[in-house]
């Protein structure tokens, strides 16, 4: 039965892939969209700029990215036995958020030039600006994580480490100038059109060698879910097991947001889904379920998000929290009316 569950999501997943690159603004057919995708090359030079240097980045990207979050959401629910745990639980995101924001924000009022206005430079910019202030907070969280003992202490640090972040964040935008502000703002409603076709390569091969790491750690998610003395006793070093889900976590979370800008509740809702679906917590089967699971939502939220009509693209962030809000809160209302 699981075995037909996961060949029903990688279904899912190559229609939807197919849908996100055949569907947009510009109405493009099926059949030139194939020919395109096979090499054909004969037709209009806009329609094959259009397919593959954005559409197809932007599918690729979400597939990745949502994969990456899901997996980072579950080790973060997984460590700290918490359901509302997700990526940007620790603070990471906002360290992201807190990086582009120095940079963002900043460029105006001391250089005299917005950074945005500044092209795939600027891009580059903001991409190691985010990468830097995430792993500055990851940093910051591991080197507490060898000094407090609770699981809770360590996460309220994550949050109150946020809520500074939010803080100074909201210094920043108060003495930048209007064209920052906006800049800074865009970049945090998240996108995965941001990766441009000569940027995906490095993001995929970056979460491709990630991913498959965050599958070493099963073995000791398992244990954990015992309970922390229980997998003491069967050889679990837990503080460094703790720091290795957290660091892998942490980068995931880093590399995604740095790409596509802080991406909200896929991380939180696909473990419940995929716990309420394949009805384990084992996970062998959770860890490649989330995974799957994670890539098919996010691209059922960049189709929504481009879907014909709209003017150029909603904010996928607007988009994952309508479809993923109701998942969370559907998955533990029906575990709590069979508990009843």
């Given at each position: ?15 939807f892939?197919i ?8 109405a ?35 597939i ?34 807190l ?24 891009n ?15 940093t ?78 099963i ?5 954990l ?46 473990p ?29 939220c960049?189709?929504?998000a481009?879907?014909?009509g ?10 994952t ?6 998942i ?13």
């Open positions: 039965m699981r075995t037909w569950k996961f060949l029903f999501i990688g279904i899912f997943i190559v229609v892939l849908l996100n690159i055949a569907i947009g603004s510009i493009i057919p099926l059949e030139d969209t194939f020919r395109i995708l096979f090499g054909d090359t004969t037709l209009s030079e806009v329609e094959k700029n259009i397919i593959l240097r954005s559409r197809l980045p932007q599918a690729i990207t979400a990745v990215a949502g994969a990456g979050l899901a997996i980072s959401g579950l080790q973060m629910q997984t460590v700290f036995h918490n359901p509302l745990a997700g990526p940007s639980v620790l603070g990471i995101s906002n360290g992201a958020s990086g582009v924001a120095l940079v963002v924000l900043m460029s105006g009022s001391i250089g005299g030039v917005a950074l945005s206005s500044t092209g795939m430079m600027g580059a910019v903001i991409s190691i600006a985010a990468i830097i202030g995430s792993l500055a907070v990851m910051l969280i591991l080197w507490i994580s060898q000094r407090v003992q609770g699981n809770v202490t360590l996460l309220i640090i994550g949050v109150m480490i946020g809520y500074v972040a939010t803080a100074i964040i909201g210094v920043l935008k108060y003495f930048s100038v209007e064209e920052d502000i906006r800049a800074y703002v865009v970049w945090g409603l998240g996108s995965f059109s941001k990766v441009s076709a000569n940027q995906i390569n490095l993001f995929v091969l970056m979460m491709v060698i990630l991913i498959p790491l965050s599958m070493l750690l073995k000791s998610m398992n244990l879910l015992l309970g922390e003395q229980y997998a003491s006793n069967l050889g679990l070093n837990i503080k460094r097991a703790r720091t290795w889900i957290i660091c892998c976590s942490g980068v995931l979370v880093a590399i995604v947001t740095a790409y596509c800008g802080p991406i909200m509740f896929l991380g939180l809702a696909v419940h889904l995929c716990r309420a679906i394949w009805r384990t917590s084992d996970h062998r089967i959770l860890m490649p379920a989330v995974m799957l699971t994670g890539a098919a939502l996010a691209l059922i960049n189709l929504i481009r879907m014909p709209f003017e150029g693209a909603l904010p996928i962030n607007s988009v929290a309508l479809v993923g809000a109701p969370v809160a559907s998955v533990l209302f029906k575990k709590n009316s069979g508990i009843h």
